[in-house]
């Protein structure tokens, strides 16, 4: 059971940081020294998507799968966890280049918005 939890608690983990990647440009309004954090993880974020690389976190995860006496599953995090809730036919690596642009788009706009905030503020 120990292990099943680790793996859960992984996916909660892989989770919050595509959500941090997608909207912690919003974080910066109130915590701005996570910029550096943020861009990073936006690099990453799309690096993986435009370059379809395998995160580290879906091979961890499989292993406490196993460990736990549970399957691992083929793929990544993506394909397995959000793909099917998004798109019912399979991830693809055009869907890949899509999700990418995406995570650019919603990031471009996050930040001309706090530019538009702190122009104001000055």
Do not use: S
Request: include cysteine; aromatic fraction near 14%.
């Amino acid at each position: 059971m120990g292990w099943r939890l680790a793996a859960d608690a992984l996916v909660v983990i892989h989770l919050g940081f595509i959500l941090f990647v997608l909207l912690g440009g919003l974080l910066l309004l109130r915590w701005p020294r996570l910029l550096w954090l943020h861009l990073l993880a936006v690099a990453w974020g799309v690096t993986v998507e435009f370059f379809h690389l395998l995160c580290p976190l879906t091979p961890w995860e499989n292993q406490l799968r196993q460990a736990a006496g549970d399957a691992g599953y083929e793929g990544g995090f993506i394909e397995h966890y959000l793909i099917p809730l998004i798109y019912p036919a399979g991830l693809t690596p055009q869907v890949q280049l899509w999700l990418g642009g995406f995570v650019v788009l919603i990031n471009v706009a996050v930040y001309a918005y706090l530019l538009m905030v702190r122009c104001k503020r000055t």
